[in-house]
């Protein structure tokens, strides 16, 4: 099945660090989402995005819809261990008719103490 | 209030037999959807139901079926198994339709049903 481009694939930090991750898509969404995953758990909704343009920001967290609508990023701010996960980029395109999340490979962040 | 609520939690089955994961939504979603995530790779989309009719199906053999019951809960059944079916099985709550803009609805998930098959 498709999946969006995510990058980069892995990343360790130290801890404090910034970070910056990012998603790209040949197609136009609607509608982008971030999710963190920690091991044996579901993902959890950090940031939903609505509209092109929009920055929205969770705590030490931001992430951005892309103008054209085929990209996003996110970023952490000030790095904790806790940070540590894998995270995700979905986005949804409602003209497709349903409920179908695309999501991305996944950035495994880790970040050393 | 509960979040979205899967069960089994693990499971092994062998080649060939059928298995069925049931999903109760965080109460008041009427939407449930139904994702594959392989290990090392992001949910793969597998179905979605709302109102208990189908909404939205994704790439996946007549093997998967899946139905939404009147409290909203659902099941997903996987016929005739093979070793490639052996993953993570998420389920996905929210009140969105599944036509139409988004709006300000989201998609919230559970903890998973690892499936193992031997």
């Known amino acids: 099945g498709q999946q969006l481009n995510q990058s980069p694939q892995s990343m360790f930090i130290q801890e404090g660090e910034d970070v910056s991750m990012n998603c790209t898509s040949s197609?136009?969404?609607?509608?982008w989402l971030w999710y963190k995953q920690e091991p044996g758990e579901g993902p959890v909704l950090l940031i939903a995005?609505?509209?092109?343009?929009e920055l929205t920001s969770n705590g030490r967290l931001t992430a951005q819809f892309g103008i054209t609508r085929k990209d996003s990023f996110l970023n952490i701010s000030a790095s904790i261990p806790s940070d540590v996960g894998i995270y995700f980029c979905a986005g949804h395109d409602s003209g497709a008719g349903s409920y179908q999340l695309t999501f991305g490979k996944g950035t495994k962040l880790s970040v050393i103490p | 209030d509960a979040g979205v609520t899967q069960s089994p939690t693990h499971l092994i089955k062998t080649r060939g037999q059928h298995v069925t994961l049931r999903c109760s939504p965080i109460s008041g979603h009427k939407s449930v959807s139904w994702y594959q995530q392989v290990l090392g790779q992001g949910p793969q989309f597998i179905f979605q139901y709302y109102e208990k009719e189908e909404r939205g199906r994704g790439n996946f053999p007549d093997r998967f079926s899946a139905r939404q019951f009147p409290n909203y809960s659902s099941e997903l059944n996987v016929n005739a198994l093979l070793l490639g079916d052996s993953a993570l099985y998420l389920c996905?709550?929210?009140?969105?339709?599944?036509?139409?803009?988004?709006?300000?609805?989201?998609?919230?998930f559970g903890e998973g049903s690892w499936l193992t098959v031997v």
């Open positions: 197609s136009i969404f609607n509608t």
């Open positions: 995005l609505y509209k092109a343009g």
């Open positions: 996905a709550s929210s009140n969105y339709a599944g036509t139409g803009l988004f709006g300000r609805n989201t998609i919230y």
